[in-house]
Every structure is written in structure tokens, then in C-alpha cells.
């Protein structure tokens, strides 16, 4: 089911030990860290919450508990902390993909590729609809006009990995079967676009994803890149 955007998904949890800053001197390495952490978790919250245009610095600093000052110190305008939050989630999501690459790098030959598009496309579905994802693809989009290289930076950490993650498995059971292919890559990225194009169709209607709803969806998509395979 399509879960809506909670506060533990969008808003900054309160730290687990006040940041402490004496009134003079700097802070420290670990104090700054935590300032940086928090501003950022805040900020984050703010954008996917009300979008760029709606979120002020102001309403950023007075939930993070800093001052202003402290806050244009280290990004002079609101476009400088909107490129900070995305390559802040692009850098942890692209960790976390290294993560689920190597889950997802068993052999699959022995099944066929029919069954591993079918395992893949529901389990990308489902990363899809993370809250946090589909919140960040809908601002990306947005203001992509606005921000050209960060939309091309998601793209490419997005979905170009998965592309070229899926057209290698693509061409290990090509070899395996002994079935040709000539442009794995493009298969991969039509796969994959159809996938997105019809999770971003949903998130528009509205419909919740119910059980049974990814794999309805996927096999007949499966049965059609496979059933025209000899175009390849």
C-alpha cells in the first residue's frame, strides 16, 4: 500500500543530546557535524513537505535552532541548501545502492531472464514507492527547469545505474542461453522507463499500490519484453 509522507519521513527528529555551543569560541568538529546534520534533516523535511518556493531560510533556521547568521554562513541563499539536500540523498542513496547491487548479484542464469525481470521489476516498484523517493522524484521534477544539473544528477545516480545494473544481467543470460542480443542497454532502459513512467501514473491518480497491483503490472510487462525478445 502507498504510504503517505509521515513527520519521521519528512520532518527532523529531535537529537539524541542537545548540540551545546558556548557563547564564545567556536564550536567544535562534532558540534559542527551535528549542526550540519540537523540543518540539512530540516531542511530536507521543509522542501518535500511545502516545496522549494514555500520553504523560507528563516523557517529553516528557527526549526533547527540556529541563528540566521549561522544558517547563511554556510549557504548564502535557499538554491545553495536545495543543492546540498539533493546531493546529500543522491550520495546516500547511491551507498545504499552499492549495498543492494551486491543482495541482487546472485546468479540468476539457472532461471531464466523472464523470471529475474519478473523479481526485478516488483522489487523496483517497491523502492519506488518509498515515501522519501517519491517524494524527491515529484521536487526534482518540479523544479528541474530551475535546477538542470541537479535533474540530471538524479538521473543519472537514479536510473542510469539501474540501466546498466539490469543490462549486465541481461547479457549474462543472453550468453548463458545462447540467445543474441544487441543493445542490452536499451532494453534495460526501456524496461526500466516503463517502470517509472507507470509508478509516476499512479502516484498521480492517486490509486494506493494494493497487494498483488506491482506483479499485475510487471508480468505483463515481462511477457512482452520477452515475447518480442527476438528484437533484442
Known amino acids: ?125 517497491a523502492a519506488l514507492d518509498e515515501p522519501e523517493v517519491a517524494a524527491f522524484d515529484r521536487l526534482i521534477r518540479l523544479e528541474a527547469a530551475r535546477f538542470p544539473e541537479l535533474a540530471a544528477e538524479f538521473r543519472e545516480q537514479g536510473l542510469l545505474v539501474e540501466v546498466k545494473f539490469l543490462a549486465s544481467q541481461i547479457v549474462q543470460s543472453a550468453e548463458f542461453e545462447g540467445w543474441p542480443v544487441r543493445d542490452p542497454e536499451g532494453v534495460a532502459e526501456a524496461f526500466t522507463a516503463a517502470l517509472l513512467g507507470w509508478a509516476r501514473e499512479e502516484a498521480v491518480r492517486g490509486d494506493e499500490a494494493r497487494d498483488g497491483v506491482y506483479a499485475r503490472y510487471v508480468g505483463r510487462l515481462v511477457a512482452l519484453f520477452v515475447g518480442g525478445r527476438a528484437a533484442w
Open 1 to 125: 500500500m502507498r504510504r503517505k509522507l509521515s513527520d519521521k519521513d519528512t520532518k527532523c527528529q529531535p537529537p539524541s543530546e542537545a548540540i551545546f555551543v558556548a557563547k564564545r569560541g567556536r564550536p567544535t568538529k562534532a558540534q559542527a557535524a551535528a549542526i550540519e546534520k540537523t540543518i540539512l534533516s530540516v531542511a530536507r523535511g521543509k522542501f518535500l513537505e511545502f516545496g522549494y518556493a514555500s520553504t523560507s531560510m528563516e523557517a529553516v533556521a528557527a526549526e533547527a535552532g540556529v541563528s540566521k547568521g549561522t544558517l547563511y554562513a554556510r549557504y548564502p541563499a535557499k538554491s545553495d541548501l536545495f543543492r546540498a539536500i539533493v546531493s546529500d540523498r543522491i550520495e546516500q542513496w547511491t551507498g545504499d545502492a552499492a549495498w543492494k547491487e551486491r543482495e541482487r548479484g546472485r546468479p540468476v542464469l539457472t532461471d531464466g531472464i523472464g523470471a529475474y525481470l519478473m523479481e526485478y521489476g516488483v522489487a523496483y516498484l
